[in-house]
């Protein structure tokens, strides 16, 4: 056993992660593996962005195949142990493991990062190799080929996770991410020790650096490829049990399942598939409270960053997505060597690799509290963002007016904002007028459950805001065009969206509050806005 070759790292963190009480069984991924390697030279890299559990999943496959453990006290318990090969494959195979977001100390070139790699995976070919003569100042992969020519059987999995670790480094320049490229080329590429080649990572593979010189890989992307998706991120189904895992081991659970898809859901998959950002359930369920985990771990993390580059060209869409709307993109790779991101498409494009967004039937929309949250702190701190940013302030003053019964101070907010702050709406329709609304609410998600056309009584309602607290105050929003405040409201009452609030968030505790009933309408041939408030 070495420090890569037949490591027993993977199997340890495996065995740990499967002895956690939020542990899902993905080993299924396992059985779409057996025919590549039956097969042999089979390249595969899986993006997704941070959190998805990619590295839970290298780790899996990584002590699965390794000679290096006797990995069936964990596996006879999860459900690949069921498939006809599961002894046949387990642990038969050599296994170069390497996670590639470690460096060396006080690392601070490329060349002493890749130097690191190269004599390690030396050091262990020629433990493992001790008949073969091993010339320590030869390319890797010419020991490799070397070790190849005396032994045949010398072949080998490779698992590498974060390919693109070092794209983020200030130490690496253009020319070393290339070399980067060059050297993953030459150890893997068209070569008859390479078994299975499966690499994980955040951004795509350069589609068009030069020469092609990964294009042995097969990628899949979240937003291109449907094939593996089920096996990084949870849907629906797991989702439901891990909450039941949750209720039955929670002395005084606090969180809904409901509030799960709210901060968490909205992540979609090429076929259309709904997925949670399963790091961020885990550590709600754990902590028995929703909130925000993403945490910030680099320049790729700032959401800012990407808008900064080209604020004229997203900032209009920044503000749909923020008020609830998808924005129409063209979702594209681009090289994995260049930060230098140019156009809107460019920008939003990354922002999906990235996580901030998720992408379904050409438009981007941001996907879940979880990151509405973020994108609102962005809106309060960036003043560069010109009117969004002057919404975003305002909206504070618009819930608190909205709780004091104050329609008068509704209807002079959303005149202003609309005659001086959005020239991205057309109001012609009722579409932009709730954009409008949702923007100057932005900072009611603080404290409210926001949902737009919610099933509500015998109808769907506009906006329903559910309080967290069930003794603060609901509001019904209903919205008209060419029409009144007063027929809103009079719709809200008929149509008893009030019920909503007897059930669905109040669940196991009645709702107590009060509930605010809140027309709004748009007059478009006096141009002029309305706001009636009723207490219900």
């Not at 956690?20 to 890299?45: A, M, N, Q, W």
């Not at 006797?70 to 498939?83: G, H, P, R």
């Not at 669940?507 to 002029?528: C, M, P």
Request: hydrophobic share 35%; with cysteine; glycine share 6%.
């Amino acid at each position: 056993m070495g420090i890569y070759l037949n490591s027993p790292t993977a199997y340890t963190l495996y065995k740990n992660e499967s002895k956690k009480t939020y542990f899902i069984d993905k080993t299924r991924i396992l059985e779409e593996l057996f025919p590549l390697v039956e097969e042999g030279s089979h390249y595969i890299c899986i993006t997704r962005p941070r959190r998805f559990g990619k590295t839970v999943m290298a780790n899996l496959i990584a002590s699965f195949f390794s000679k290096g453990c006797d990995a069936s006290e964990v596996f006879d318990k999860l459900e690949i142990s069921q498939n006809e090969e599961y002894r046949r494959k387990m642990n038969q195979y050599n296994v170069i493991h390497i996670s590639l977001n470690e460096v060396p100390k006080r690392c601070a070139t490329y060349e002493q990062y890749i130097e690191r790699i190269e004599s390690r995976i030396i050091k262990d070919l020629k433990q493992a190799y001790p008949d073969v003569e091993v010339n320590e100042e030869d390319a890797v992969w010419d020991v490799l080929m070397d070790i190849y020519a005396a032994d045949k059987s010398a072949r080998f999995i490779f698992v590498l996770d974060e390919w693109d670790y070092i794209f983020h480094r200030d130490f690496v320049s253009r020319e070393d991410k290339e070399s980067f490229i060059e050297f993953l080329s030459a150890l893997l590429k068209d070569k008859p020790y390479v078994i299975l080649a499966y690499m994980t990572g955040i951004l795509p593979i350069s589609k068009y650096s030069s020469g092609s010189a990964l294009n042995m890989f097969l990628e899949y992307t979240m937003a291109a490829k449907e094939k593996y998706s089920q096996y990084l991120g949870f849907d629906d189904r797991e989702v439901d049990e891990l909450y039941a895992r949750y209720l039955s081991v929670t002395d005084a659970p606090a969180i809904e399942r409901e509030g799960l898809r709210l901060w968490y859901d909205g992540y979609y998959t090429m076929g259309g598939k709904r997925m949670y950002n399963p790091r961020s359930v885990v550590c709600a369920l754990g902590d028995n409270q929703l909130g925000s985990y993403w945490t910030n771990a680099g320049p790729y993390d700032e959401i800012f960053y990407y808008i900064e580059k080209n604020v004229d060209a997203v900032r209009d869409d920044l503000a749909r997505m923020a008020a609830g709307e998808g924005v129409k993109a063209k979702i594209q790779e681009y090289a994995a060597t260049s930060m230098n991101l140019q156009t809107k498409d460019e920008i939003l494009s990354a922002m999906v690799v990235y996580g901030f967004l998720s992408y379904e039937d050409g438009k981007v929309r941001i996907p879940n509290k979880e990151l509405m949250d973020k994108f609102a702190d962005v809106l309060l701190k960036e003043s560069s963002l010109g009117y969004v940013h002057r919404l975003a302030k305002e909206s504070e003053q618009m819930l608190e007016a909205t709780l004091k019964g104050d329609s008068g101070k509704v209807a002079e907010m959303l005149e202003y904002a609309h005659n001086t702050e959005m020239p991205l709406l057309n109001y012609n329709n009722e579409t932009d007028l709730t954009a409008l609304v949702n923007l100057l609410y932005l900072s009611a998600r603080d404290s409210y459950y926001v949902e737009r056309e919610d099933k509500a009584g015998i109808g769907y309602v506009d906006f329903i805001f559910y309080p967290k607290k069930k003794s603060e105050p609901g509001i019904i929003l209903e919205l008209k065009v060419d029409s009144t405040p007063e027929e809103a409201i009079c719709q809200i009452r008929e149509r008893k969206y009030a019920l909503n609030f007897k059930g669905r968030i109040g669940e196991k505790k009645e709702y107590t509050g009060k509930i605010f009933a809140v027309g709004i309408a748009y007059d478009r041939k006096s141009k002029r806005h309305s706001c009636k408030i009723e207490t219900l």
